[in-house]
């Protein structure tokens, strides 16, 4: 192997098996797919001898490590065949999500309700959900959260989508045309500043965006357009007839993944730092500063609090905290002292945390 070699693979020309794979092991998280031509050549380029050392099942536990997906975990069930649920019509924001995490070799499953979504696990129709939970500018789905509470699903990832609404028609409409224009309420208040330039127009609210796509393009009435994002356009076959009209450009909504709790440990990554948790607190003084001080001793982040009333328990609350650490022994025993100053803690997942945004 020559020097510049060695130097770029950053590990000794005489070593053993062993000390292959846990360099291997070791550097997996932070290689970049790019990297995998160099490191074969690499391995290609060693003594002979030492090659033959890597034959058979040795060569593919070696290429699993530096193969492995950076998204998700190699012992991610088979994403072919794997059906996701997600509330909504196709060509939701939600059906975006879901293939912007999981690639578009998925069977998305559209349930008209959060509801009908959450139980389509247990039916038999699905394999996984994928569910809205947090806005940038509309702040937490609560019921996704009461619903997720109440199941017996765990989060094992996470992903955030940019919200970029799109004014659809049918082909062959212009602004011209338009008159009616109809979309989610919120989706309509989320673009206040293009219809004041079209103040002629009449606002229709819809139950979905992709619906309202769907509705608009059936009807074959080039006046009646639809406020949803790229993908319903897409998937019903409209036209764009103005883009990104929403009034905020930074408008991104964080979805989850959820699977049933007895199959998390197929998802799980060593990188997994973020953990989700639902905690209920006993009545006495200082009780929440209790229960949240060994987070900041143990150098653990708090990303995210917030309280939701207990249904059938008047004037009591849980709370949903967001946590990441940097070390997982910290975070575990962080964990262990609120477990012992809560009156119940529920880990919701452990996941990888979502690293930036990506354009639908």
């Known amino acids: 192997m020559s020097f510049r070699a060695q130097r770029e693979c950053r ?36 003594p002979i001898p030492i090659f033959f050392l890597f034959a058979g099942q040795t060569v593919l536990l070696v290429l699993r490590s530096l193969l492995q997906d950076k998204r998700l975990p190699m012992s991610t069930p088979n994403r072919k065949t794997m059906r996701v649920a997600f509330q909504g019509e196709p060509g939701a924001f939600s059906e975006a999500a879901a293939i912007q995490l999981l690639g578009s070799a998925i069977t998305t499953i559209p349930r008209h309700t959060f509801e009908t979504a959450f139980t389509a696990i247990a039916e038999g129709a699905a394999d996984a959900l994928l569910a809205p939970v947090e806005n940038s500018l509309a702040g937490s789905v609560v019921r ?86 790229r993908r319903a356009a897409e998937h019903y076959h409209g036209v764009i007839l103005a883009a990104s009209i929403q009034d905020n450009a930074e408008n991104f909504t964080r979805f989850v993944l959820l699977v049933p709790e007895n199959e998390t440990a197929a998802w799980i990554s060593p990188a997994a730092r973020k953990v989700s948790l639902a905690m209920r607190l006993a ?20 990303l995210k609090i917030e309280s939701r009333p207990i249904h059938g328990q008047p ?29 119940e803690l529920r880990v919701l997942g452990r996941y990888v945390a979502a690293s930036g945004v990506s354009s639908e």
């Open 11 to 46: 590990m000794p020309h005489r070593i053993s098996l062993a000390e292959y794979l846990r360099f291997s092991l070791a550097r997996k998280h932070t290689a970049a797919s790019s990297d995998v031509a160099r490191d074969l050549a690499a391995l290609r380029s060693l």
């Open 144 to 229: 996704v959260f009461d619903l997720l509470n109440e199941s017996r699903l765990a989060i094992v990832a996470e992903t955030i989508l940019p919200i970029e609404m799109q004014l659809i028609a049918a082909p062959g409409a212009s602004l011209a045309d338009i008159r009616s224009v109809a979309s989610h309420p919120m989706a309509l208040a989320q673009c206040e500043r293009f219809f004041a330039a079209h103040p002629q127009w009449k606002r229709v609210p819809a139950e979905d965006t992709a619906g309202s796509v769907r509705e608009a393009l059936s009807r074959g009435d080039k006046s009646y357009a639809a406020i949803a994002g």
């Open 315 to 343: 004037w009591e609350y849980q709370f949903f905290i967001d946590v990441e650490a940097s070390d997982v022994t910290r975070l575990e025993q962080a964990l262990n002292e609120v477990r012992v100053a809560t009156s």
């Open 283 to 302: 009545h006495r003084p200082g009780a929440l500063l209790t229960s949240l001080e060994p987070f900041a001793r143990h150098g653990v982040n708090l």
